[in-house]
Nanobody
Framework: QVQLVESGGGLVQPGGSLRLSCAAS????????MGWYRQAPGKQRELVAA???????NYADSVKGRFTISRDNAKKMVYLQMNSLKPEDTAVYYC??????????WGQGTQVTVSS
C-alpha cells in the first residue's frame, strides 16, 4: 500500500514558477514508476511528466523545456518543477505511483492556478 500527498500548488502569475512535491508512504518506493498528471475543468486527466524506477523521464509535449520531474528515493519524494507557467497550465495536479499492469495509486491532488 502506498499513500501519496501532494503539496506546493497555488496561484501564480503567467511566467512564474512553482514546485510541486509528492510525499509517499509505504515501503519499496524505489520500485514504482512515478508521474504527475493534471486535470483541467471539463477536460480529461492527462499525463504531464513521468519518471521511471531507473530515473528515465518523459514529458507531455506541452510542458517540454518548462517542467522537470525528479525523485528522491531515500526521502520517498517526487517533485515537479514548473517554470514559465501559462494560463493553460491551470489544473488540479495529481501524483501517481504505479507498477505497470499491476497496481496504481493516486494522491488527492493540488490546485495550480496561473492567472494575472
Amino acid at each position: 500500500q502506498v499513500q501519496l500527498v501532494e503539496s506546493g500548488g497555488g496561484l501564480v502569475q503567467p511566467g512564474g514558477s512553482l514546485r510541486l512535491s509528492c510525499a509517499a508512504s509505504g515501503s519499496i518506493f524505489s520500485i514504482y514508476a512515478m508521474g504527475w498528471y493534471r486535470q483541467a475543468p471539463g477536460k480529461q486527466r492527462e499525463l504531464v511528466a513521468a519518471i521511471g524506477s531507473g530515473g528515465s523521464t518523459n514529458y507531455a509535449d506541452s510542458v517540454k523545456g518548462r517542467f522537470t520531474i525528479s525523485r528522491d528515493n531515500a526521502k520517498k519524494m517526487v517533485y515537479l518543477q514548473m517554470n514559465s507557467l501559462k494560463p493553460e497550465d491551470t489544473a488540479v495536479y495529481y501524483c501517481n505511483a504505479h507498477i505497470p499492469a499491476i497496481i496504481d495509486y493516486w494522491g488527492q491532488g493540488t490546485q495550480v492556478t496561473v492567472s494575472s
